[in-house]
T-cell receptor
Framework: DAGVIQSPRHEVTEMGQEVTLRCKPI?????LFWYRQTMMRGLELLIY????????DSGMPEDRFSAKMPNASFSTLKIQPSEPRDSAVYFC???????????FGQGTRLTVV | AQTVTQSQPEMSVQEAETVTLSCTYD???????LFWYKQPPSRQMILVIR??????QNATENRFSVNFQKAAKSFSLKISDSQLGDTAMYFC???????????????FGQGTILTVHP
């Protein structure tokens, strides 16, 4: 298996633009997580899906952020409109069940200028 | 609420020495899992060790071991014979297994930057 695949690896965009981050979890995994990592806030959980259903989105900063998981093999995190404070590394992770290891993608480094 | 606290922002150790990283957590659940992840400069998150809360025996993986104190809600990581390649950010993480308001949520602490000096 290729592991969790995120795209793009790097994204630079202008303030106000829409940004879409993509994630392909490992086949057979039923949980998917989106995290944001910054120096100031560490690794924050944004949203968590189980069997494609959002279970906890309390970490989503505001309405500018939205996430979808239309099927078991794909998820997106969208920021519209983007702001400079959204600059961070965004990670996607998946796991087979609640007690098992979560596997992380390589992350997307987002820079909003 | 489910929280994980790592009180040491940075630690350093000499090569071949032993170092212990601290982690405490807060939960009302009785059944859960705890993890330590390592994030080297490459940014990749790597599982170091995993502990099941209902197992009293502390988990061990080669040079890495944990001291799990369930009553105190403490889960420290001990790295023996430290190597230069252990230099990384270390995260403690927690997930519940069933039920509760945090149902399966995987929460991370703030991280501890460990530097191993030659």
């Amino acid at each position: 298996d290729a592991g969790v695949i995120q795209s793009p690896r790097h994204e630079v965009t202008e303030m106000g633009q829409e940004v879409t981050l993509r994630c392909k979890p490992i086949s057979g995994h039923n949980s998917l997580f989106w995290y944001r990592q910054t120096m100031m806030r560490g690794l924050e959980l944004l949203i968590y899906f189980n069997n494609n259903v959002p279970i906890d989105d309390s970490g989503m900063p505001e309405d500018r952020f939205s996430a979808k998981m239309p099927n078991a093999s794909f998820s997106t995190l969208k920021i519209q409109p983007s702001e400079p404070r959204d600059s961070a590394v965004y990670f996607c992770a998946s796991r087979r069940d609640r007690g098992s290891e979560a596997f992380f993608g390589q992350g997307t480094r987002l820079t909003v200028v | 609420a489910q929280t994980v606290t790592q009180s040491q922002p940075e630690m350093s150790v000499q090569e071949a020495e032993t170092v212990t990283l601290s982690c405490t957590y807060d939960t009302s659940e009785s059944n859960y899992y705890l993890f330590w992840y390592k994030q080297p400069p490459s940014r990749q998150m790597i599982l170091v060790i995993r502990q099941e809360a209902y197992k009293q025996q502390n988990a061990t993986e080669n040079r890495f071991s944990v001291n799990f104190q369930k009553a105190a809600k403490s889960f420290s990581l001990k790295i023996s014979d430290s190597q230069l390649g252990d230099t990384a950010m270390y995260f403690c993480a927690f997930t519940t297994v069933a039920g509760g308001t945090s149902y399966g949520k995987l929460t991370f602490g703030q991280g501890t930057i460990l530097t191993v000096h030659p």
